[in-house]
C-alpha cells in the first residue's frame, strides 16, 4: 500500500508517519520508485502500536523509541520488554523527603517482604504506592497500611494473575506489548469503575435500609 492508505487505514497523518519513520518508530517502506514507497501490514500493526503508546499509555515519543527498541531485540528478555514500558507509563510522584514519606516507604518494603513479591522497593510502582500512603497519613488515614493493605495486595495478586493469564493467550512481542499498554491504562480504569460499583453494593448492603443518620447502637 502507498503511504496515503496507510494513512487511511489508520487514522494518522501523512506528514506524521513520516515524522516517525524519521524518528526510527516505523521502518520506513519498500522503495518501488525514488519518490515513492510501499508499506504492508507490518507497518500498519507498528503504527497503531506507537499510536497506542503515544495516545493511550502516554508516553514521549523518545520513550517509544525506547521501548520499540527493547521490542525489537531478541535477545532481550520478555520480562524486561514489559518492565520497560510499564516503567514508564507509571504515574510519578514528587520525592520530597518527609517523615511521612519515610515511614511509606519502610512499609512498602515491608509488604514486599512479606508477600514474598519479586518486586524492588525502589521500583516505580513501590514509589507511588509509598507516596499514596504517605498521602493518606497526612490527611489522617495512616491507620489504612495497617488495616486493609494487605487485602489490597491479595486482591492486586488476584488481578496480576488474571491480566497475565489474558496476556500469555498473545504468541508475539508485539501483542504482549499492545497488552500492557491496554491493561496498564485502559484495565486501570475498568478496574477503577468495578471498585466503584463493588462499592455502591457494599454500601447498599450495609447501610441501605438504615434512615438517614440512623448510627449503630
Request: no cysteine; glycine share 10%.
Amino acid at each position: 500500500m502507498r503511504i496515503g492508505e496507510l494513512s487511511r487505514r489508520t487514522g494518522v497523518a501523512i506528514p506524521t508517519i513520516k515524522y516517525y519513520v524519521r524518528e526510527g518508530l516505523l521502518p520506513p517502506g519498500e522503495l518501488t520508485s525514488p519518490n515513492q514507497a510501499s508499506y504492508d501490514e507490518s507497518h500498519e500493526r507498528r503504527l497503531r502500536l506507537v499510536r497506542a503508546l503515544i495516545d493511550v499509555g502516554g508516553l514521549s515519543v523518545q520513550a517509544v523509541g525506547e521501548v520499540l527498541g527493547a521490542v525489537d531485540n531478541p535477545a532481550q528478555p520478555l520480562h524486561e520488554v514489559l518492565g520497560a514500558a510499564t516503567k514508564r507509563m507509571m504515574p510519578r510522584y514528587g520525592d520530597a523527603e518527609d517523615p511521612e514519606l519515610a515511614a511509606a516507604r519502610e512499609e512498602v518494603a515491608a509488604l514486599i517482604e512479606r508477600r514474598g513479591w519479586r518486586v524492588p522497593p525502589d521500583s516505580p510502582a513501590a514509589r507511588a504506592l509509598a507516596g499514596a500512603l504517605a498521602a493518606m497519613e497526612r490527611v489522617g488515614h495512616g491507620d489504612f497500611a495497617e488495616e486493609v493493605l494487605d487485602q489490597y495486595a491479595q486482591a492486586a495478586e488476584q488481578v496480576a494473575v488474571a491480566d497475565l493469564a489474558y496476556v500469555g493467550r498473545n504468541a508475539s512481542r508485539e501483542d504482549l506489548l499492545e497488552m500492557v499498554v491496554i491493561g496498564t491504562v485502559l484495565g486501570e480504569a475498568v478496574l477503577a469503575a468495578t471498585r466503584r460499583m463493588a462499592h455502591q453494593n457494599a454500601s447498599a448492603r450495609v447501610y441501605g435500609d438504615r434512615p438517614p443518620g440512623a448510627g449503630d447502637a
